[in-house]
């Protein structure tokens, strides 16, 4: 049963903007902490933005804050990622994961695989020079 399903991955020049959006299925709509998560060539995948919509503010790992977004008024059928001021280093694939239902808003901004059960296919970003 497919629950997430990524799209808006494509290929932009460096400082440009894409907008990714993530499609939740009933069955996951019931987690309360959706993320986004990438792999580049070689590395592990990372946890670059959450939100628990049990409490607090969107998170975001250092590498992306003040460049990546998760927009307020995203309804609960999907989740997107605004990102702007993109770097060739931005480049890999990117994944929406939903957590556990019962995870804390504190677990969930930790963006730590094991939290998280249900995940889409992928959606590649590539941003060059």
């Known amino acids: 049963q497919v629950t997430l399903a990524e799209s808006g991955g494509d290929s932009v020049q460096a400082g440009g903007s894409l907008r990714l959006s993530c499609a939740i299925s009933?069955?996951?709509?019931?987690?309360?902490?959706v993320a986004w998560f990438r792999q580049g060539p070689g590395d592990q995948r990372e946890g670059v933005a959450g939100?628990?919509?049990?409490?607090?503010?969107?998170t975001y790992a250092d590498s992306v804050a003040g460049r990546f977004t998760i927009p307020r008024d995203s309804g609960d059928e999907s989740v997107s990622l605004q990102m702007n001021s993109l770097k060739p280093e931005d480049s890999g694939m990117y994944y929406c994961?939903?957590?556990?239902?019962?995870?804390?808003?504190?677990?969930?901004?930790?963006?730590?695989?094991?939290?998280?059960?249900?995940w889409g296919q992928g959606t590649q970003v590539t941003v060059s020079s």
């Open positions: 994961a939903a957590a556990r239902p019962e995870i804390s808003p504190w677990t969930c901004a930790r963006l730590q695989e094991d939290s998280f059960g249900y």
């Open positions: 939100v628990h919509t049990g409490g607090g503010q969107p």
């Open positions: 009933a069955y996951t709509r019931a987690s309360r902490c």
